[in-house]
């Protein structure tokens, strides 16, 4: 199979996104795990910006890297200084990384407009930047900025850039889509044209989302003849964002046969995505291709029950080849397939009227304002109660909460909780920075001395929506929570007119349901 280097730049394009900021440590753990995941490049950052960018090329040759490059980033000389003056240049040869990417004009219009040189003075600005780079021994990669659109306007000169860099000694003739605005076909078409005039060098493709095409433009761009990917773990970028390295890597090699990963590495693919969104503190897209949460979610009861039969009814691969996994939605759209779904991956036995209780008791609570697709351990729970299986692990005999609100301005929030394990009866106070915080602190306080390991879990994220809206002050609540141990995730959820109430529900099913498992 023919190989495609994949070049990822989420250090520094995808820093450039909207509220996104890495620290130098998150840097090189991000830089580890991309390594790890096999890919062939890591830009490290544009080394002239500020003291971060370089110290950060100090450190990365620490981790011993063993299968990324880590490449520089710059741009060519200014217009007005000798290479050997030039700071962007020198900063590159002072990071010591073995490649390095630099960013030259091709279109006439940004020459003239923005650098404020001549057409000719450019191709001699490119030339000399490339040579003076490659003479010191760095694999020079040549973005060609605004390729495409420079291309349609004057191609002629779009070219004279390119054959000034390749001349010149570059490795790679990185073709950018800058403004994020071409269409795949046209890519396609102009990629090729440039394959065909520089057949002795390596061409790339580094594409924007401005018009939700970047995936599809690199995958054209490949199929034209490039052989060189660039983009962003989850598409991070400015505005709309880059090529998202998470779609166009399986799309190269599950769906056009080329070489990029090796199918273990491939599996880690959902794994980086998650680790990058975390890092970045961002939520992660739920319905982001091959890697989302919902990318394998099946909801409709017609398509679980074709999927239980054949994977390949409604699912374009195996979400394992991605590290992704399946996962069916309980709601009241379910069938009884959808309820059998997951009594299988439970390993639970197949009973039909086992699947009709459970999928009427959804359906009921599904009426009152309950959703269980994102409280898949409040569904699991009430599998267990609709079986007669389920033990609780505490009785409640009261909680109290009380909010003041003192004369300095300051809140205090304190939860009362009175309960019953076997004939053993806590009463503790926990205080919070509100009254769920408060709740949760005097819940988990109380059931320590009997369930030590209830230390290992916290709550994580707390939603709350109303349900019926019309009702005003008095609607009902749904309060989803999302906790997690050293181990797994999981979700919760309640309902109440009350959404002190509500939050108690989901916070008790949370607790139950990691006693439940610690049990087994």
């Given at each position: 199979?023919?190989?495609?280097?994949?070049y990822?730049?989420?250090?520094?394009?995808?820093?450039?996104?909207?509220?996104v900021?890495?620290?130098?440590?998150?840097?090189?753990?991000?830089?580890q795990?991309?390594?790890?995941?096999?890919?062939?490049?890591?830009?490290?950052?544009?080394?002239?910006?500020?003291?971060k960018?370089?110290e950060?090329?100090k450190e990365?040759?620490q981790?011993?890297?063993?299968?990324?490059k880590?490449?520089?980033?710059?741009?060519?000389?200014r217009?007005?200084?000798d290479?050997?003056?030039?700071?962007?240049?020198?900063?590159?040869?002072?990071?010591?990384?073995?490649?390095?990417?630099?960013?030259?004009?091709t279109?006439?219009m940004?020459?003239?407009?923005v650098?404020?040189?001549?057409l000719?003075?450019?191709?001699?600005?490119?030339a000399?930047?490339?040579?003076?780079?490659?003479?010191?021994?760095?694999?020079?990669?040549?973005d060609?900025?605004?390729?495409?659109?420079?291309?349609?306007?004057?191609?002629?000169?779009?070219?004279k850039?390119?054959?000034?860099?390749?001349?010149?000694?570059?490795?790679?003739?990185?073709?950018c889509?800058?403004?994020g605005?071409?269409r795949?076909?046209?890519?396609?078409?102009?990629?090729r044209?440039?394959?065909?005039a520089?057949?002795s060098?390596?061409?790339?493709?580094?594409?924007?989302?401005?018009?939700?095409?970047?995936?599809?433009?690199?995958?054209m761009a490949?199929r034209a003849?490039?052989?060189?990917?660039?983009?962003?773990?989850n598409?991070l970028?400015?505005?709309?964002?880059?090529?998202?390295?998470?779609?166009v890597?399986?799309?190269?090699?599950?769906?056009?046969?080329?070489?990029?990963?090796?199918?273990?590495?491939?599996?880690?693919?959902t794994?980086?995505?998650?680790?990058?969104f975390e890092?970045?503190?961002?939520?992660?897209v739920?319905?982001?291709?091959?890697?989302?949460?919902?990318?394998?979610?099946?909801?409709a009861?017609?398509?679980?029950?074709a999927?239980r039969?054949?994977k390949?009814?409604?699912?374009?691969?195996s979400?394992?080849r991605?590290?992704?996994?399946?996962?069916?939605l309980?709601?009241?759209l379910s069938?009884?397939?959808?309820i059998?779904?997951?009594?299988?991956?439970?390993?639970?036995?197949?009973?039909k009227?086992?699947?009709?209780?459970?999928?009427?008791?959804?359906?009921d609570?599904?009426?009152?304002?309950?959703?269980f697709?994102?409280?898949?351990?409040?569904?699991?729970?009430?599998?267990?109660?609709?079986m007669?299986?389920?033990?609780?692990?505490?009785?409640?005999?009261?909680y109290?909460?009380?909010?003041?609100?003192?004369?300095?301005?300051?809140?205090?929030?304190?939860?009362?909780?009175?309960?019953k394990?076997?004939?053993r009866?806590?009463?503790?106070v926990g205080?919070?920075?509100?009254?769920v915080?408060?709740?949760?602190?005097?819940l988990?306080?109380?059931?320590?001395?009997?369930?030590?390991?209830?230390?290992?879990?916290?709550?994580?994220?707390?939603?709350?929506?109303?349900?019926?809206?019309?009702e005003?002050?008095?609607?009902?609540v749904r309060?989803?929570?999302?906790s997690?141990?050293?181990?797994?995730?999981?979700?919760?959820v309640?309902?109440?007119?009350?959404?002190?109430?509500a939050?108690?529900?989901?916070?008790?099913?949370?607790?139950?349901?990691?006693?439940?498992?610690m049990?087994?």
């Amino acid at each position: 199979m023919t190989q495609i280097a994949v070049y990822d730049t989420t250090l520094r394009d995808g820093m450039q996104a909207e509220g996104v900021s890495f620290s130098l440590e998150d840097k090189l753990a991000i830089a580890q795990c991309l390594d790890n995941l096999g890919l062939h490049y890591i830009e490290g950052g544009y080394a002239a910006s500020n003291s971060k960018e370089m110290e950060f090329f100090k450190e990365v040759r620490q981790l011993g890297l063993k299968n990324a490059k880590i490449a520089a980033f710059g741009s060519t000389r200014r217009a007005d200084r000798d290479v050997s003056d030039d700071a962007s240049l020198n900063s590159i040869l002072a990071c010591q990384s073995p490649a390095a990417t630099i960013v030259g004009k091709t279109w006439d219009m940004h020459v003239t407009d923005v650098l404020g040189c001549s057409l000719d003075e450019n191709l001699v600005i490119c030339a000399e930047s490339v040579r003076y780079l490659k003479q010191k021994g760095i694999e020079t990669i040549f973005d060609a900025e605004h390729f495409f659109d420079g291309y349609k306007e004057n191609p002629e000169y779009a070219l004279k850039v390119l054959a000034a860099a390749t001349e010149a000694g570059a490795d790679v003739l990185a073709l950018c889509d800058t403004n994020g605005g071409s269409r795949p076909d046209e890519i396609e078409e102009i990629t090729r044209k440039v394959c065909e005039a520089f057949g002795s060098v390596t061409v790339g493709i580094h594409t924007h989302n401005d018009a939700d095409c970047a995936t599809a433009n690199s995958l054209m761009a490949v199929r034209a003849g490039a052989r060189h990917v660039q983009g962003t773990i989850n598409g991070l970028g400015e505005r709309c964002g880059n090529a998202n390295l998470c779609a166009v890597i399986p799309g190269l090699s599950l769906k056009m046969g080329f070489e990029v990963l090796a199918a273990k590495k491939m599996q880690m693919l959902t794994e980086v995505s998650r680790y990058v969104f975390e890092v970045a503190n961002l939520s992660p897209v739920m319905n982001m291709a091959y890697v989302g949460e919902s990318a394998f979610a099946h909801k409709a009861g017609l398509h679980v029950d074709a999927l239980r039969k054949s994977k390949r009814t409604y699912e374009h691969i195996s979400p394992e080849r991605v590290g992704n996994e399946r996962r069916f939605l309980i709601s009241e759209l379910s069938g009884k397939s959808n309820i059998l779904a997951e009594l299988e991956k439970a390993q639970l036995a197949q009973d039909k009227d086992l699947a009709r209780k459970i999928l009427s008791r959804v359906q009921d609570l599904e009426n009152d304002g309950y959703q269980f697709e994102a409280a898949n351990a409040s569904f699991d729970l009430l599998v267990k109660k609709v079986m007669g299986t389920f033990s609780p692990s505490f009785q409640l005999i009261k909680y109290h909460v009380d909010v003041e609100k003192r004369k300095t301005g300051e809140i205090v929030t304190e939860a009362t909780v009175k309960l019953k394990v076997d004939d053993r009866v806590e009463h503790v106070v926990g205080e919070g920075d509100g009254p769920v915080n408060a709740l949760d602190a005097a819940l988990r306080k109380s059931l320590e001395i009997f369930y030590p390991g209830i230390r290992e879990m916290h709550l994580i994220d707390y939603k709350v929506r109303v349900v019926n809206a019309r009702e005003g002050t008095a609607a009902r609540v749904r309060v989803v929570i999302e906790s997690r141990d050293k181990h797994s995730i999981w979700g919760t959820v309640g309902v109440s007119e009350n959404v002190i109430e509500a939050s108690w529900l989901a916070l008790v099913d949370s607790v139950e349901y990691k006693l439940q498992r610690m049990r087994r």
